[in-house]
């Protein structure tokens, strides 16, 4: 009887966010208020993006709400700057700042928000595009709501793992949004910040937007995802450019959760302190290393249990799972095998910031 019950007690984590996601993920609420106009800044890091800055800046242009000024934070040593330029001839609310290659994400972001002079700050991407012309539009308002200090879009893939994947955070995200707040900022292709609400980030923060994401909750301020807001962006190329991306990434939101701790269980955060921070830190820290264990009191308990009828069973009710959510259950695992990179290599202090171009 121990073994099943140990199996259970793991098992029952995973249940509860399952339920949480299926009550709490379906249907978004927002409220949204199309009349409220604000000034937006735009900034876009850029590092060797000729491939890519013209099309990203047309992107951006053709937005319906008016942007009041778009930042370029350029560290290239290609012809990124010299497009900006030339668009810049055209449209002046672009502004091209040169910054030193050595500067990190997180403090091109505290720069961002030194320097931005929109009361709205939107962060993206250079590889990713905006697929609605309305994109600006709905993320502005969704600050129509007082509580409201951050918003992040959803980034979709076409194919792969990376498009079970998204579908999959895109539908947690949903459900804490709806609880309280999300932690993860989904989209970084679109990503918007109440300038009054942001405060300034670890400079040698590995996940730059997710760290602001929190300290705008320890704010007061919630922080939700509009998934009526979608972009697309270059996937990597090669297992090894993706591995190398999700890990870093993890590492970052795993260090950011870790730093604040103190949100875990604390009455004055409500269902993000009680429900949304615990299931992420769960998920990315301590799920990992559970499922390790859990997978092997399974088969020992197979082993011990030495029934045929047992073994046939779960054989079978294992490739049901894996032909009817293939995509899903890699997307899941791949997820976790970064989340355990992650953890191990904060557990050793393997920490680099530098901004690094991966794709």
């Given at each position: 009887?121990l ?12 249940l ?8 709490y993920g ?16 735009v900034?876009v ?10 099309r ?14 778009i ?18 001839e055209?449209?002046p ?13 997180a ?8 320097e931005?002079k929109?009361?709205?700050?939107v ?10 012309r ?5 993320l ?12 992040t ?8 793992l ?9 539908r ?6 709806n ?25 040698d ?11 705008i ?40 959760l ?10 004055r955060y409500?269902?993000y ?24 009191l ?8 030495s ?37 191990a ?13 991966i794709?």
């Amino acid at each position: 009887m121990l073994l099943p019950t140990l199996l259970a007690l793991i098992s029952a984590p995973y249940l509860v966010i399952g339920i949480l996601m299926l009550v709490y993920g379906r249907k978004q609420t927002l409220r949204k208020d199309y009349s409220y106009r604000r000034t937006v800044t735009v900034f876009v890091p850029t590092y060797n993006e000729e491939k890519y800055i013209a099309r990203k800046l047309g992107n951006l242009l053709a937005q319906t709400y008016p942007i009041s000024e778009i930042l370029i934070y350029d560290c290239s040593t290609d012809n990124t700057a010299k497009l900006v330029r030339e668009t810049q001839e055209r449209h002046p609310s672009i502004r091209l700042v040169t910054v030193p290659e050595e500067m990190t994400m997180a403090q091109i972001l505290n720069r961002a928000l030194r320097e931005a002079k929109g009361e709205i700050v939107v962060k993206t991407d250079c590889d990713s595009l905006a697929e609605s012309r309305d994109a600006l539009k709905e993320l502005v308002a969704d600050f129509a709501d007082p509580r409201v200090g951050g918003v992040t879009g959803v980034c979709v893939a076409q194919r792969g793992l990376e498009k079970h994947f998204r579908a999959l955070l895109t539908r947690l995200q949903i459900a804490e949004s709806n609880i309280d707040s999300v932690i993860i900022a989904h989209a970084s292709s679109l990503l918007a910040f109440r300038r009054s609400a942001a405060t300034p980030v670890s400079p040698d923060s590995m996940a730059d937007d997710t760290e602001e994401f929190v300290l705008i909750r320890r704010k007061g301020y919630r922080t939700i995802v509009d998934a009526q807001v979608i972009s697309q962006e270059e996937q990597p190329r090669t297992f090894s450019e993706r591995r190398t991306q999700k890990d870093r990434r993890a590492q970052g939101i795993a260090r950011a959760l870790i730093q604040n701790i103190g949100i875990l269980f604390r009455p004055r955060y409500k269902g993000y302190g009680f429900v949304v921070y615990p299931a992420n830190l769960f998920l990315l820290a301590v799920s990992p290393l559970l499922l390790m264990v859990g997978a092997a009191l399974f088969v020992c308990y197979l082993l011990l249990a030495s029934s045929p009828l047992l073994l046939l069973g779960t054989a079978a009710a294992s490739m049901l799972i894996f032909a009817m959510a293939r995509g899903v259950v890699f997307a899941a695992v791949d997820a976790q095998v970064s989340g355990l990179i992650a953890t191990a290599r904060l557990a050793f202090g393997m920490n680099q910031a530098k901004w690094q171009r991966i794709r």
